[in-house]
């Protein structure tokens, strides 16, 4: 037998001289699946479509979910009981290690999935295959899930890799080698992991092969801590996941994903901007701005809410970590057509959406170069840190290192406090807020009705004056109702110029934001407030537009919101307005 040292040198030595590419990778590893019966699936956007459970797609098994549990037929649908993609996905959950050699916020996930087809054995041999001669790398040891509670030990799989010669077989627990379930709920099951060994000569998880078999009605965290329940799958299911820049690390024999083919176009264009050394600060604007860029092709947009929030938060640390560099201000933008010159071929909604990818990003520089101009202000002024981060969003490492500037320190108890106050705050005013206003906060058209009660509010005041003033709300999935102080019934002039403002306002595409300012603040700037509501001394203001001094609407307001009014949908119409008491008129409103 080959020692494995030995082979690594070798396969090391020859991927330095014929490195295997990215593009070859994908390509080897769609074709190898195709040609074993399984049709190529498409990536799937960023956002996930119906699965309100998740911000983002974080893994290749989520637009397949419904084979999983049976509420689709994967054969009706593409006539096969397997598929293979490589799925675009975004984590962040580790994103303060971004800058080291293996954590990223954006990659690629090579997958292959069976829905009731194929399981356990063929799964491992198709993945040992793929491994050992599709891409020329030995393994070092593979695990298996060593049993918990209702979920008994795999020995099945244990045997199967020992039949294929694996000697370096190690059992773990559900921590490790149990995955799922994806968002609050949904399949899950044992996995078994390939580790192949990298230049470095650490052994990396390359593959995690996972046999859905059961259903689990809670999220992960309830799962771990055995609050959650296990029901078993009907139609028992495989789900794959390698990460591409992972395999790309160890197939061409450097020890970071950052010296990849993937990166090494947009670390080099970097490089023409700045001659720094600081290498952690180069990977992080490199992985953000790639981030971003996906981001936005995929339709989100920057805002301080959902998924609009985690694209504004990494661009605006790019912001941070590019001055560093010594970049020059509002020069971030032109590291979007490296991106899509590497990934443009791939993913083709990068070159179409390339124009307005470039804008958001350079826009959302300019607007972040704006708030840390007053933010600065307001901390040469003494403002506490805490205000810094609520009312300004600078992130919590940005006030850190003002405070060194400074030579003063920060209290990070007194701010964790602080902010858990804040958000408990947040949460119990969103829910006496939307108690009588929405009947469903979580659903995605009371969100978009919600929004634009907004809009419909300001364009009363437009066109009937300022003597109108809220006096109640009900918005449901299938119309939103609106109250408001108004002698006399409206003419259809003025109905019809109210539906043209509102119309206008979902054309211009403004985004969707809000800020926790002060209250006497929030009244300087003209926001208005809910009618005979009481609030405290820091208040939540949603604005409509591209800044708050310049924001078409301004409310006092809890949320939740669509990121841009382009995301509303459909044309705002009135359908009725009528009399509900002396001096109070009522509208009620679609968006068709």
Request: hydrophobic share 35%.
């Amino acid at each position: 037998m080959v020692n494995i040292a030995t082979y690594f040198q070798f396969v090391n030595f020859f991927a330095r001289v014929f490195p295997m590419d990215s593009k070859e990778i994908r390509q080897r590893f769609l074709e190898f699946f195709k040609a074993r019966g399984h049709t190529i699936m498409s990536s799937s956007s960023l956002v996930p479509e119906n699965d309100p459970s998740v911000l983002f797609t974080t893994a290749g098994m989520q637009q397949f979910k419904p084979y999983y549990t049976g509420e689709k037929n994967a054969q009706e649908d593409f006539s096969s009981s397997s598929a293979t993609s490589v799925q675009k996905c975004v984590r962040t959950s580790d994103i303060e290690e971004v800058g080291d050699d293996t954590h990223l916020t954006f990659f690629e996930m090579l997958g292959n999935f069976s829905f009731g087809g194929y399981f356990k054995e063929e799964a491992i041999k198709y993945a040992y295959e793929f491994i050992t001669q599709g891409v020329k790398l030995p393994i070092s040891y593979v695990t298996v899930f060593e049993g918990k509670g209702s979920v008994p030990k795999d020995g099945e799989s244990k045997k199967i890799w020992e039949s294929l010669g694996v000697t370096d077989i190690r059992e773990q627990g559900m921590e490790d080698v149990f995955w799922g379930p994806t968002g609050d709920s949904g399949p899950c099951g044992p996995t078994t992991e390939i580790y192949c060994r990298n230049k470095g000569g650490e052994d990396v998880e390359i593959w995690n092969i996972v046999f859905n078999e059961y259903f689990c009605d809670s999220n992960r965290e309830n799962l771990l801590a055995d609050k959650a329940t296990l029901t078993a799958l009907e139609t028992k299911g495989i789900d794959t996941g390698m990460g591409l820049e992972r395999l790309l690390t160890t197939v061409q024999g450097k020890t970071s994903i950052f010296e990849t083919d993937l990166f090494s176009p947009i670390i080099t264009k970097i490089e023409e901007f700045s001659n720094s050394g600081d290498t952690k600060a180069k990977r992080v604007v490199a992985d953000h701005i790639r981030t971003a860029v996906f981001m936005i092709a995929d339709g989100v947009t920057p805002s301080n809410t959902d998924s609009g929030y985690i694209l504004r938060r990494l661009l605006r640390r790019s912001v941070r970590y590019a001055d560093t560099l010594n970049f020059k201000p509002n020069s971030l933008f032109r590291l979007v057509e490296t991106v899509i010159d590497k990934y443009g071929d791939v993913y083709e909604n990068l070159k179409i959406n390339k124009e307005k990818i470039k804008q958001e990003v350079e826009r959302e520089e300019n607007k972040f170069r704006e708030t840390l101009k007053r933010g600065l202000q307001e901390f040469e002024k003494g403002a506490d840190p805490f205000l810094l981060f609520t009312s300004y969003g600078f992130p919590l490492e940005l006030i850190k290192e003002l405070a060194v500037e400074k030579g003063l320190k920060i209290d990070e108890e007194k701010f964790a406090i602080e902010m858990e106050k804040h958000q408990e705050t947040s949460r119990a005013g969103a829910g006496k807020k939307f108690k009588g206003g929405l009947a469903d906060a979580g659903d995605e058209k009371v969100v978009q009705y919600h929004t634009a009660t907004h809009l419909l509010h300001q364009a009363l005041h437009d066109v009937l004056g300022d003597n109108v003033a809220q006096k109640g709300s009900n918005i449901t999935s299938e119309r939103l109702r609106f109250d408001f102080a108004h002698s006399q019934k409206l003419t259809d002039q003025e109905k019809q110029k109210i539906e043209e403002i509102v119309n206008q306002k979902i054309e211009e595409k403004l985004p969707v934001q809000t800020i926790v300012l002060p209250k006497v603040e929030a009244e300087k700037v003209g926001a208005r407030m809910f009618f005979g509501d009481k609030y405290g001394d820091q208040v939540s203001v949603y604005f409509i537009g591209e800044s708050l001094e310049r924001a078409y609407s301004k409310e006092f307001c809890g949320g939740p919101h669509v990121g841009n009014t382009q995301d509303l949908k459909g044309v705002f119409k009135i359908v009725k307005e009528e009399a509900v008491a002396s001096g109070v008129r009522r509208i009620k409103a679609v968006l068709e």
